[in-house]
Structure formats: C-alpha cells, structure tokens
C-alpha cells in the first residue's frame, strides 16, 4: 500500500504525542461485534467486526487418523487465507509468511490454552478420531488480524456442534454434542510506533508501525501465548507494561464471547 | 522416551543441570569458505550452521527496497537432524514462521540503511536438532553476520527458557528452567524463544507457547538475560578467535 509522507508524518508525530489518528487513545480498544453460526454448511461459525476489520470463521470436522504420539487424542488444526478481497495489499495464491504466522499464532492462543478437550474427541484409540478445522478469512483488513482471528475462531469453537457418527459415516445433518471447549482464551495484539506503545492497531497503524506484541491469556491470568512481531526491539519494561495492559484488555474482550 | 515422572529432582535436571544452566557451547566463526560469513554453534546437542551472503543484489528484483538492504533468514531443519522418523526436506509452515521471525530479530540491529536496495541472505541449517534450534540459529546467525563484516548496532544472543514439572523433596513443584533440551521442551510445561541485544538491553525475537504465570515469566525473563550476555561474551571470544 503506498501511504503519502503526510499521512506517515502524522501518525508519527501524533504518536509521540501520546495520540492516533482515529482519536483513540492509546489504551482504547475497539468494542468487537461477534455474530455466530452465520454459516450453516459449517459445524461453528462467527463473524468478527473489530472496527472495520471483518474476520470470518468457520469449523469444518471430520473422522481422521490421530497423530502416532498423541494416539487417544482428536486433532485440531487452524489455518487462514488472506485474500484479495479483504485488502489491495493481499496477494492470490499460496500462504504467505505473514498467513502462516496469522495462522500459528491464533493456533497457539486455543491450543495452549488447552480449551479443546482432545481426548474427549477420540472415537476410537489409534484408528479414529474427530478432525477439528478452524478456518480464517479476512474480509476487511483494518488492522489486529490476530485478536479479531482469535475472538472468531473462538466464538466458532463455543458455539459448535459435532455431527453424529453412525455406522462409519458421519450425518453432518444431525448435529448432536457441542464441541467440548471449556475455557475462553483471547489475545490482546499491542504495536508500536517509535516509542509508543498502542493497543488493537488499523491498518493505516500498522503501515508505519515497527513492532507487534501479541499475548494470550486464559481466564485465570495464565499466559498462554507470546508473539513478538516486526523489526522494532522492546526492553523488557516495555513487556511487563504491555502484559499488565493486556490483561486488563483480556477480561474486555472475553467479555464479548458467547 | 516416554513421559519421564519428573523433568527436575531436588533442582537438578535430567542432565544433572541446575534451573539457571545453559549447556555447553561451541562457537566457530568463519567456518565456512564460500558464504561471505559464517558459523558453526553447538547448544548441547543442537548443531546448527549459519551462512551470509550479502550485502548483495535482489533477486527478484521487485522486492528491493530503495532506501535500505532486505533481511531475508532461511530457517531450515536437515532431514535427518530430528529424533524419530525423517523430516521431509523443504520448508514447512513451521519453518516459515520461524524464519519470518528470525529475520525480524536479525534486522533489528542490522543497519540496514547503508546498503540501499540490496539483500543479506542469511541460511540457518539446522543438522542435529535437540531443541532449542531457532534460538542457537540466531546467535549462529548474528555471528556469521559479524563474520561477514555486515554492520550492527549489537549482536543477537539467544536462548530458551521455561517452565518444567518435577519434584522437591518429595513434593511436586513447577521450576522456570533455562535452555531447554527436547525432554523438556516435549514434556515441559510452558517454552519460551528469547532473543537479546545483550548492549541495548532490548529484546528482538519472544515467542511462547505452553502456559505461565506472570511471575514465572518474568523471572524466566531475568535468566534468559542473563545468559545471553554470557553466550555473548562466547560469541565475541569466538569472532576474536578467528584472527589469533
């Protein structure tokens, strides 16, 4: 995206002066609006508007195989799609770097967090086990990708159903059990622009920003992901003000979860 | 292995190291002859390689940038390099990450507006893996970068730290451990990547995943910084080295 001087001149110099160029402040973040099972193909679904970001998510299961050292225990997988139609600046075609780490890194805030009861999707040790897919698209790109991708694939997971399986086939029509998700983990996504620190960034942010700080947390206060992003550095003061900032966004967000 | 019945017994580690211990190292610069810089790094039983080339031309073109080099990490495990069955050769969704995120660290100290619209390539191969692979690549990767001659404002140290379950007299405890080994890493409970520039005192590269506690984390912090400015303290020895 080509961004006038101007415009990157001003989102400097408001940020040294403790300010954005949306009006914000720097601890102010955007009230989401989730919307649930949207997607009725799918066994979960939310849509996620954090502001003009819109993020949707969608949950498709299926029978698998389970991986050799986890032989008792479902699978869960997540992946994104950052396409064209959320923003002029996302390319068509295979993942790009910052799709995978979007992907990996929502990934890690649910599975750490350990909300999946995998074992309970065991079907039949070794053989079969419940497939769980967690997909992401971007619909509109204004910023905070990680949190909105969070705050719908969890929304999808709360609110999801697993088909019956019967006789070897699965009848997505007969939704039984919801899916076994116990906690509600979110993740609160910090930049920063020289030596600002500001929470839940736009795109327009993000253009000028050097560095991404991302962290997940359980209910309990427990961290269950880190992300560092971009090539600015932190000092580890910066860190705890972050986390002690975060938490407090935590309880906010998780707030907005069905 | 099996999930042993304790990672830590009475503060001491399945290897016999205290919480605060790194294991050794071995640092080769400029162990290579055709990259414009290199290194060799053994953590323990991780061994990784890193090679630089660079400052030099873009290849694609398109993606030079006008007023400063492009900083391009390629982290990469070798086939054999792992415990259990082959990894197959090329680049996973792992791996992409994990460069991506290296490279971010590297280029946060290189100074990379001196060399407008060219590239530094760095290649970090991992030929053993025992955990803790992507850490010992960035500081193998910042001592090739010296090596090569590439200008920075400070080196890249890096280690892992975490959390571990295990026992104290007896009684179950959780032990914030440094530099994790793939017992640990396996079957620990929380596992954190820490990159330092031990002169500015900042932090480049932080990643975790597993779960910790605030305290646990910030006291898990205070030894990765302290080790960092002892890995860089070997990593200048190892530079030095190169010229006796």
Redesign the interface.
Known sequence: MVMSELTKKTILTLASAQERIDGRGLQDFRTPKITTGIIPNAQGSALVELGLTKVVAGIKVGIGTPYPDKQEEGVMATAAELTPIASPDFESGP?S??T??L??VVD?VI????TLDTKALCIKPKEKVWMVYLDMYPLDMDGNLIDAGVLACMAAMLTAKLPRYENETVIYDDLKDPLPVSLKPVSVTHGKIENTLLVDTTNTEEQVMSGR?TVGF?ED????????????????EE??TM?ENA?VHAKFLRGFLP | MDKPQTLITNNKRLDGRAPEDMRPLKIIAGYLEKADGSAYVECGSTKVVAAVYGPRDVHPKHCAEPDKAIVRCKYDMAAFSVDGERKRPGPDRRSVEISKVCSEALESVILTRKFPKTAIDIFVEVIQADASTRVTGLTAASVALADAGIPMQDLISACSFGRVYGTQNGEPVETVVVDLDKAEDNWGLADIAFAYAPNLEKIALLQMDGRISRQEFSLGMSYGMKVCKQLYELQKAALKKKYE
Do not use: D, H, N, W
Not at chain 1, 111 to 114: C, D, L, M, W
Not at chain 1, 221 to 236: D, E, L, R, V, Y
């Open positions: 993942p770097p910052q995978v780490e992907a990996r890690r599975r750490e967090s350990e700080y359980k206060g427990t961290i269950c992901a880190m992300q560092k992003g971009g090539i600015a550095t932190f000092s580890p860190i705890e986390l938490q």
